[in-house]
């Protein structure tokens, strides 16, 4: 009998979304498009980063570094000036992010064996990029002078420039260390929030409609309810996992290194939870308009900022953290990250899988048990609107005032 | 006409009062996003989990080891006993960033030579290992000088490429993000609430009277979109002072310019939460039409990644979105002192835009009206 | 035989906050009846239809349905009974098909027996040729059908219907009443509420409700019958004089305007008072279009009856 009413709960689900246009796209590529919005606004590369180039030695050397930093992708020389004071008004107008000042003796070692080095100037106004500009100007000078104290002074020169300490960098995973393939995994958890909103609005667009009045009148049980609404969302939801793996392959060159079988469990255990928490809320609202936006505040806020995609919550307090475990999307981070980019078995990330799974559990046994199978009552509530004798009258006056 | 449109206005002021679910979600969510972001772009990066391979064991390596101990960056471990045991370490996510001391450390730098050390990083983790690399580069460097030449970092400061920060001395990330973001709310909070002024009315089945009021479109636009105006400058304001105030962002312009220029802006995107309103029937397909747009909008805007760094084509586009032009009008204000002699061409492409957006706006209500 | 009881309302009453929605109800319902609600916009018809339903739990008192308690017990209940309520509570995105299938799979109606059912429910609501259309484009009438159709797919032992016939054309409400009176002809009980006076003359018992209050519960001839009086309908130019003076006639009972007309309740054992309602309107020179005698309906009854509540009431 409880299968019985399963299937047929989830086949009616199933034909509502499908039948939803609205619902459909919000189940299927809403997902994929959320994706490229995210990737486009947080983690788009430094490319040709506008610069002014001040020259005021204008010899062989300057020329010569002026040239490595035109081969430069990170940065471009957009501009030549002749004094620093030009580059203000082109900082104020947004025009360059930074100017490099070449000083007058550049390119000539002194008596004491020093150099006078270049001066840069930053907009530090957006900290990321200016970052990286800084990384690789840095970068491109020192290179530059190692160069000429090498052309002067022979390989001995070496001493005086190159750093004493070499360092052997060996990259794992991800050898560019590109943020994007940093962020990606935890960004699928992400959006897989639209489904949990969906799910959560669907619910109560039912009751909004009156139709759980109905519903609830019959022998239906309630485990059967509620699992058989959710079902065709985490049928939905694993597509969208699927999509975006692929998307992240072919469009984003994000490596997949795990086992395929160990994600999809990983996902659907995320899934479940995440729905599993929509129910829960769906049970205790029953407008879509509430739904919706109490959605957003559990699907979006608290995974964005604290769930370890951007930004690491290992020095967050503890408590924090600990409370931060009630949100699926921190289990499935933690999880999908090492799984997804260095193919790290699930046996050595029992703990986060564990807590997934009591999460999934937990979630949909509260909803179970918070459902009740009967007609909602809407006393006055603080978000039920009484407004209609009122707003009569107003636009009545409206239309006299428009007639006058 | 005038009396028209405060006509409209107070009907539509009426409705916001009633709504007990909009506003307050708004208020207290952008209250709650604004110290999230505050709180969350103030976490340092520290404490990334190292493990240390020392195969020298001598005094040298020790005392790099302790140089290492000494930035807040780092958290070390020496558990591992070669560079393979690292490596599996990291296979399961257990460290982000291996060191690896290799035997005959001492001699080298007692000989004068170069030594090398090996540095394995985790790029699954490449926000961390960036921080972990920047660190270790420095200390490294510094290490290195204090025993190669027995310098200290002020000594040689003066030979290395001098350079300076301006506007936002520290690179704060907070102070890009809190300004974009108040910013941001405000848009969406204006252009939510201009897209449900219709669709309520649809909803109610009340529009096709309005349709056949006697009113002319632009006055029910203006009058539909005053009260969100009013509501969301109110809200723009508090926001800015909590950022000012609250989270320590420099505002060093001039404000009744950024008041005045907000109005401008308010207009130039209202028209487009209400033509998402004619388009939509029910309140929740405008709402969600508006979150759809203003994803689109948050690519182009520069929001959390400036915009001059991204590529050529996505650059271009973002001319024709207003929000870019907003947000760089807000930190121009705020952090870089700018006046309208710097930004009137931001202010001219906002007035286009909305003039455009309006005039569709308009025209299209005259088409529903008929 | 004996009737066997199989609804049985016990002291109920239901609050909403301040409101009383339903207050000391005490009613039996017996197999086989087709059993009428009475009552006035927010008289408490669906609040007991909820109760009975056990969606709601009463506030006071205690709800059994085939002896089950619709607290403790709400599950039995359900299963034994078919609701339909007052808002449309069907799919519209559903076709009529997947509706009744819905329906069938939730009351666990399989294989050869849901077929029949099936067939026997289309030529039954006559829905048959609408298999497919989307339940949302069904005309009013053809979704209270609908609605009757998945109440009945499991053959319930007590059909709920909470004013299935409001918001649907005359012909159409006709239709559906005689869908009821041949369930009741054979033998299913049916619970059913409704605004209409006219529908109560075809249940087989009816209870009125006044501000969640019984005002007469027993056959519609017997509550008529407890009116000892006689209906005149009047029609004059000047209606609002004709009822000052007809206020102070002693042998009117009651005085029920009807748009243009003033319905007026006499004592029946008091002789020619037809015609002394003539006289007294003559003497006060007001102008009369039409007087004459109609037999009593139940609408005049209900009035009659609420007035009557009230004044006791107020005493
Ligand atoms: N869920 C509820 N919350 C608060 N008050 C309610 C609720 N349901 C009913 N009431 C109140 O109880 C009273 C009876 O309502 P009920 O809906 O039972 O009347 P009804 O006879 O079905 O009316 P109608 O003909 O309009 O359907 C009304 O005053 C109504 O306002
Ligand atoms: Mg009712």
Known sequence: MILTHFLAISRKELYHIVRDPGTLLLVTIGPVFLMVVFTYTLTSEVRNAPVAVIDQAKNTASRDLIEQMDTSEVIAITDRLDTPGEANDLFDRNQIVAAVIIPEDYGTIKADGTMSPVDGIIDGTE?????????????????????????????????????????????????????????YPGLVGMMLGLPAIALAMAVAREAEHGKLEQLVATPIKKRALLLGKMAPYVGFGMLDVYLLLVMGRLA?????????????????????????????????????????????????????????????????????????????????VAISRPLFLQGTGLQHLWESTAILALLAIGYLELAVFAFRKKVIIDLPNPFHRVEKAETDAVSQRSVEGAAQ | MIARILNIAWKELLHLRKDRVLIPFFIIGGIVELTLIAWATNQPIDDIHTTIVDHDQSAQSTALIDALDDTSTLAHETSANNAAAVRSKMHRDETVVGIVIPEGYAEDVEAGAFPTVRLILNGAHSVKAQEARRAIEEVTFEQGMRERFNMEPAEYAEMLPQISVRYNEDLERGWYTLPAESGFIFYLFTVVLAALAITREKEKGT??????????????????????????????????????????????????????LAIIYLVAELGKGILMSMLSRTQLQAVLLVFVLAMVDMIFSGYAVAVETMPPFIRFLSNFVAIRHWLLIVRGIMLKDVGLSVLWPHVLAIIAIGTVILTFTATQYRRQAN | MPAETLVELQAVGRQFGNVAAIQNLTIMVNRGELFGVIGPDGAGKTTLMRMIAAVLNPSQGTITVGGNDTVAAAEAVKTMTGYMPQRFGLYADLSVQENLAFAADVFGITGKLRRERMAQLYTFSQLGPFKARPAGLLSGGMKKKLGLATALIHQPELL???????????????????????????????????????????????????????IACDEPAAIKARVLGEVVTLEAKDMRAARRVLEEVKSILDLQPYGNRLNIIYDAEEAGAIDHIRTALEDANIAITSLKSVPMRMEEAFTYLVNQHRLQETV
């Open chain 1, 127 to 183: 900290p990321v990029s200016a970052q990286a500009v800084i990384d690789e100007i840095s970068y491109i000078a020192q290179a530059d002078a190692e160069k000429i104290y090498v052309e002067a002074l022979g390989e001995d020169a070496t001493n005086f420039v190159r750093p004493p300490i070499t360092i052997d960098e060996e990259v794992l995973y991800n050898p560019e260390l590109d943020n994007l393939f940093d962020f």
């Open chain 3, 160 to 214: 709920l219907l909470d004013e299935p016939t409001t918001g649907v054309d005359p012909l159409a409400r006709r239709g559906f009443w005689d869908l009821l009176s041949n369930l009741h002809a054979n033998g299913t009980t049916t619970i059913v509420t409704t605004p209409y006076m006219d529908e109560a003359e075809r249940c087989s018992r009816v209870v009125l409700l006044y501000e969640g209050q019984i």
């Open chain 1, 252 to 332: 984003y060159d994000v490596p997949f290194e795990g086992s395929i079988l160990a994600y999809t469990l990983v996902a659907i255990l995320f899934l479940v939870a995440n729905l599993g928490l929509g129910l829960l809320i769906a049970v205790f609202i029953r407008s879509q308009q509430v739904a919706m936006l109490v959605a957003i505040l559990v699907f979006f806020i608290p995974p964005f900022f604290m769930s370890g995609i951007f930004f690491p919550i290992d020095a967050m307090p503890w408590i924090v953290r600990e409370e931060m475990n009630a949100f699926p999307a921190t289990s499935f």
């Open chain 2, 207 to 260: 529009y096709e009277q309005l349709l056949v009021m006697p009113y002319r479109s632009v006055e029910v636009i203006i009058g539909k979109a005053l009260a969100p105006m009013v509501v969301g400058f109110a809200l723009f304001l508090a926001m800015m002072g909590l950022t000012v105030f609250a989270f320590g962002v420099p505002f060093r312009g001039s404000l009744p310019l950024l008041m005045v």
